[in-house]
């Protein structure tokens, strides 16, 4: 834990020099969000985000990274809006569909979520995290032998044992 916090201090230091000498990097702006965002730091991310809508009002960085800070805000109205229109502009990326998925299941709709996560896998086949959110899903359902499927074909891809710990149990 206290190697992480060292780590994420760092970077942020590392990108506020880089900002100190370029005022509208936009990629340090956002870098330095996701990490305060790591550190439980949600108005700093949101500052940094805020402060690339000065320079750059189209920032799709910029809406991204707001729609992760309302996910960590529990603000789930806010971050689908967002996604809904992150995903309009890129129909075709795995990783929105996914994300909104994590909302619509974090926020209880599980039929939205269902049919996100089922898109995303369409789409990005190999991505494991996709297939866990799937497992998950299933599971809130009360599909157990397909949550099961999912959790192993999350394996099989390459997510980490740890993070599927906590439904492996359930599971069992």
């Known amino acids: ?99 909104r998925a994590e909302v619509y299941y974090l926020s209880g709709r599980m039929g939205a979520a269902l049919a996100d996560i089922e898109k995303s896998i369409t789409l990005g086949p190999r991505d494991p995290y996709s297939y866990i959110l799937r497992a998950q899903i299933r599971y809130a359902r009360k599909d157990k032998e397909y949550a099961r499927r999912d959790l192993n074909q999350a394996l099989e891809l390459g997510l980490p044992r740890a993070e599927a710990d906590d439904l492996i149990q359930k599971l069992k």
């Open 1 to 99: 834990m206290m190697d992480r916090i060292i780590f994420l201090g760092t970077a942020i230091d590392d990108y506020t020099s880089i900002i100190y000498q370029e005022a509208e990097n936009e990629e340090a702006y956002y870098q330095r969000a996701l990490c305060r965002l790591m550190n439980n730091d949600t108005l700093g991310a949101r500052l940094d985000l805020e402060q690339i809508d000065t320079f750059n009002p189209n920032s799709a960085k910029s809406r991204l990274g707001m729609a992760y800070v309302y996910k960590a805000q529990r603000m789930w109205r806010e971050a689908s809006e967002l996604y809904d229109a992150l995903i309009e502009r890129n129909p075709k990326n795995a990783s929105l569909l996914r994300e």
